[in-house]
């Protein structure tokens, strides 16, 4: 099996620009722990980085739950994602085996991959997959 029989293809990103309250907002309404950063290119999505909802945990007061209705608006809200978020996260590519995928998340103890080919993000596969 390939990683592209198992990731997901319709990905929810965020620009590196995006604040945290807003990357906050979009994981707790879609559901989501991870969200890939990209910056977007002329050919697709160029992967800069990914963000988690433990490194959202981190970037927010220690009293402050980032995936509450009600976040209050403070300095911390507004740093960027670029602050927060892994840089060259350990990427895979959409022809490797499922197996070497699994492999690469037990080994770095990561929960998901994205998924790159020709510099492109084309999918995510995570621990669930």
Known sequence: MLVSMWM????VTVDAGATVAAA????????????PVVESTATGPRLVGIVSSTDLYR???ADVNPFAADVPDCAQ???????V????????????PL???AVVMRDRKIGALPVVRDGRLVGLVTESD
Not at 24 to 35: D, S, V
Not at 77 to 83: C, D, E, K
Not at 85 to 96: C, G, Q, S
């Open 59 to 61: 970037a927010f007061p």
């Open 8 to 11: 997901t293809r319709e990905l």
């Open 85 to 96: 978020m892994h840089r060259e996260p350990h990427t895979i590519a959409p022809d490797a």
């Open 24 to 35: 906050a907002r979009l994981m707790a309404r879609r559901q989501i722990r991870r969200l």
């Open 99 to 101: 197996e070497e995928a």
């Open 77 to 83: 809200t507004r740093v960027s994602v670029l602050h």
